[in-house]
């Protein structure tokens, strides 16, 4: 339970009096633009806070904490609005918004870039790949900066250079009581371990200092599809290709149903379908190469994997996951491919209904398992894959039913559960959370949570109570 009270209204005297030091936007209910503020990334939420603050900078985050906290003000924190769980907005409270802050400042000579809390993905690739290079990151591009990072941010390159927490270098942090700090492995350098991982428990990041790395302009990368009655065959082959492939391949194995898009055919809109999406991190011509059995498997129905520019690459599921549909995530982390998950995999997929539910299931492994693991906050660098199930609807008709599929889906799955990426967590419980960083890194997070945050101020987060 947040230290902080719920309210419905507030002093509009107060709010007025904020005004005049906010160089930002502060948005009430009765304003215009309100609802359209409001909206998260996961239509199933549907929340309405007393006041929204539009920050511009430091100085409005420092003034937005000071206010919720002299008005008791329970606190929702904005980056892109990505959380599954719509934990970027809270009924009531105050809505402390970093959407406007978008600020990118890359240097090439000594590949660092400086990135503000409102970034996207797909805005920070724009700026970095002029010059060839990346922040590793996430998968669809209208995800925010901030929250994928703080939780651990894997994608397309982790394989190669890691996840996006380990090209941090530093980051800005207000705190519960409005200061200013910097962490990094020099300073504050406790906060800098918690924060790469364990989220958005201890202060507002509102900049990040990252290290970039070589990725593109062109990669070998895109999806490969065969019927999904052949998924056991595919994946059996699949298990043996990556076990000794080298750490430039990334893939992403997905069960769906064709999705209506102009490049899939007619005829196979709607039919459910395996795929194999993969993105190689280096040389095309290397790429090709060690792509070329993947692709030449079995009957494929579709095969989109060629040389593309890694920006468009970089948006290949952004269809997958527009504004505004109902989304509900079950996630795990699993050491292997065994046959038994294999054909749990195998029998949940074929039973797919909504043109919109799919899984993800996430090769880990390469740097992010050679990082030290005491390294960070983050937990998990040792699991082989991760399963991102996607229970999802388009509106609220029939989401009562795919959110139950994804349930039966991930319980089936329990006997080979291990860890759980953090970022994947709906609204789950302190057990949930527990499990995501293990006892050990749970305990030690919340001695910190007791440093920079002992009265929970922030709270609407996959929390880490102090007490």
């Given amino acids: 339970m947040s230290p902080v009270a719920q309210r419905t209204e507030i002093d509009g005297v107060a709010v007025d009096e904020l005004q005049k030091s906010f160089r930002g936007e502060l948005v009430r209910p009765d304003d215009a633009g309100y609802d359209v503020h409001r909206r998260v990334w996961n239509g199933s939420i549907d929340r309405r806070p007393a006041l929204i603050a539009r920050c511009t900078g430091v100085a409005d985050v420092r003034a937005a904490i000071r206010f919720a906290r002299s008005q008791n003000l329970r606190v929702a924190v904005r980056g892109g609005g990505h959380s599954f769980p719509g934990l970027s907005v809270c009924d009531d409270g105050m809505l402390i918004d970093l959407g406007p ?5 890359v240097d090439p000579e000594a590949r660092t870039a400086r990135v503000q809390a409102g970034v996207l993905l797909g805005e920070l690739d724009r700026e970095t790949q002029e010059f060839g290079l990346a922040v590793p990151s996430g998968v669809v591009t209208h995800t925010g900066v901030a929250g994928l990072t703080l939780g651990g941010g894997i994608g397309w390159v982790m394989r190669k250079y890691g996840l996006t927490i380990d090209q941090l270098l530093s980051v800005d942090v207000v705190t519960a009581d409005g200061e200013l700090v910097k962490a990094s492995e020099n300073e504050n350098a406790d906060l800098f371990w ?36 052949d998924a056991p065959e595919v994946l059996r082959f699949y298990r043996d290709w990556i076990a000794d492939c080298p750490d430039e391949l990334m893939t992403i194995a997905v069960q769906r149903r064709a999705p209506a898009l102009p490049i899939v055919p007619p005829e196979l809109v709607g039919k459910l379908v395996f795929a ?10 290397e790429g090709e190469r060690v792509l070329r059995p993947l692709k030449e498997f079995g009957s494929p129905v579709l095969d989109f994997c060629r040389p593309k520019p890694f920006l468009e690459h970089q948006s290949t599921f952004d269809p997958s996951f527009p504004h505004g549909w109902h989304y509900y995530v079950r996630s795990c982390d699993v050491a292997a491919l065994s046959d038994e998950v294999i054909d749990i995999v195998a029998e949940h997929g074929s039973h797919i209904t909504s043109p919109v539910t799919s899984i ?11 990082i030290d693991d ?4 983050f937990n998990g660098r040792q699991a082989g894959f991760t399963f991102n199930i996607n229970g999802n609807s388009k509106t ?23 860890s759980v990426y953090v970022n994947f967590l709906m609204e789950e419980g302190e057990e949930r959370v527990r499990d995501a960083y293990g006892a050990a890194k749970y305990d030690r997070l919340k001695a910190l949570k007791r440093k920079y945050d002992p009265t929970n101020f922030f709270s609407l987060n996959q929390n880490i109570k102090p007490d």
């Fill in 360 to 370: 993800a299931l996430w090769q880990m492994g390469g740097a992010v398992g050679r």
């Fill in 101 to 105: 802050m978008k600020g990118i400042r």
């Fill in 194 to 229: 918690g924060v790469r991982g364990g989220g958005g428990n201890f202060g507002i990041v509102t900049d990040f200092e990252f290290r970039l790395v070589s990725v593109g302009p062109y990669v070998m990368a895109g999806p490969v599809f065969w019927p999904m009655e």
């Fill in 396 to 418: 609220a008709d029939g989401f009562d039913a795919e959110r139950q599929w994804a349930r039966d889906y991930w319980s089936a799955l329990a006997p080979h559960h291990t």
């Fill in 374 to 377: 005491g390294a960070t906050a």
């Fill in 276 to 285: 194999v999406t993969a993105c190689y991190a280096g040389p095309v011509e």
